[in-house]
């Protein structure tokens, strides 16, 4: 079993630096989350990790293009194909066709929910449709490893929860995922999840482990705290101390409150 | 409103191709549309031949460029100079009155040469070879062929290419497996022979439509064609690389396609140019593909008679072409580098 990822990667482009010294490793079967703010270097680690941008620094550990799954921010469609031509390239370009390409296209094309939409163009399809297909266009080869740049965002909740089972189902079939994503519960639902802040790496673990490696802690709150640490959360706020939380005290909720919480830390 | 005002003219400084459509476009046109836009040709490279040459060249108008008095040549050597374009006239001392042989498909050259011998009176007989009536299609549409392939070459593959990479499908087939050369020419191949459909098509309704006599052979047209699309399309890569939109694209192709409309020939006469403007027309592909369709519809000339123009559009087509596709590829590159990468590990 091979893991992929990167180590010590650092990206510069045009003398900014989009990510410092960041590592990252995922397992076969396994996901890897990536969330952080705008700019904090989500996209600009999967390219890299894809092999679209060329590392300043440090190493890249990925299989070859052909066992590489890629669903870029922009959907990755061609929108003046149809859902069957856009399969049928994708497929020709992997080398796949007969009763293999029948098979896959049909078990995809039913996972995402297309199998009445395969002679319409990408570009009428809804938005939450056409990043299932984007989906599905990356696990046709079935991957070994496969990157999905933010695949719900902007999507539905009922698409989202058929996407997040595709990609599932994807873990379970053996493909290592990394995907960006701007939804914490997604997060919360893999295997590990990598935060990043300003291209650097803020937290790093299970789910389980970012929740326990925020310093301090944070407690919910009627009422507002000191500002520059206190933020609102629904009806109530959130407030964010640097102090150990009282013995039995989760120090934080969920992986949103660790998120903000360790930006603040990084910051104080 | 001051802030609209302000807004709009921040925009504007940041967009450096509006601004050089705005400022310098209008100046350059200006300037080379001036010296370019002259119909009225000065000197007619001419040469005289048979036993009166040396006379006949001594009292011809100076109108007349005199290169060349042979007064042992022949009635045969002067069409076959006429045919392969070394002259634009001939006067031939061997007939009484000596004849004067024009090249009709130089039609403003012609126009004026017919003109000046017609003020000669009955001394001259004059021959318009290859457009005997001087009609203005016959020498138009040949070049307007050229200029169709220059706008789907241009134009259109560059717009068809900036797409892919709008719509980010460009960074997708970066991390497919595919070589760089596939996709460069799987992207190319079709607007190629789209293109070729379209010459083969214009050309025929050229020659049915408006008469256009079709002289030459058709193989050695196909040829020059297809050199001319290679340099086209190669431009249309490069312009494409160099846009990050499709609006980019068509302003850049605009800025390419206007000099050639100008300056190719096929409308203002190169001779009738000052030598620094016909000198920025002698590097213009259009420039050359008109000599070579102008020359095989008309004059029916062989590859002896246009070998110039071919070699220069071949290099011309090697020099545009390999660099889109270098800095084509130089998308696909850290790719490429990956792949290597992989293989090595």
Known sequence: MTA???TGL????????SLADVSVSVDPGEIVAVVGGDGAGKTTLLRTLAGAIRPTEGEVSAPSLERIG???TAAGVWRDLSVDENIAFVAAAHGLSGSVLEERRAALLRGAGLEGATTRLARNLSGGMRQKLAFSLAMLHRPELLILDEPSTGVDPVSRVDLWRMVSLAASQGAAVVMATTYLDEAERAHRVLVLNGGAVLLDGTPAEVLDGVPGHVVAADAPGEPARTWRRGRRYRVWSPDDPPAGVARVADIEDAVVAAAIAKGD | MKAMILKE???????????AMLIILPIVLLTIFGYAANFTVDSIPTRVIGPGAEQVAANAPDLFDIGEVDTDATTDDALTWMQDNDTEVVIDTTTQPPTAYIDGASLFTAQSASAAFGRMGDQVQVDILYNPDLDTSWVMVPALIGLILTFIGTIITSIGLVKERQTGTLEQLAVMPLKPADVIVGKIAPYFLLASFDMLVVTLLGVWI???????NPWLFALGAGIFLFVVLGLGVLISTASQTQAQAIQLAIMMLLPQILLSGFIFPLDAMPTAIAAI???LPLTYFVEIAQGIFLRGAGIEALWLPYVVLT??????????????????APSAHHRAKAKAA
Do not use: K, Q
Request: charged share 30%; net charge positive.
């Open chain 2, 281 to 283: 027309g002698r590097c």
């Open chain 1, 10 to 17: 650092t990206v510069e482009r045009g003398g900014h630096v």
């Open chain 1, 70 to 72: 890629f669903m870029p």
């Open chain 2, 210 to 216: 408006f008469d256009v006599p079709f002289n030459g």
């Open chain 1, 4 to 6: 992929w990822g990167v």
């Open chain 2, 315 to 332: 290099g011309m087509a090697l020099f545009v072409f390999t660099a889109a596709v270098l800095r084509f590829r130089r998308d696909l």
């Open chain 2, 9 to 19: 003219f921040r925009e504007l400084r940041r967009d450096r191709r509006t601004m």
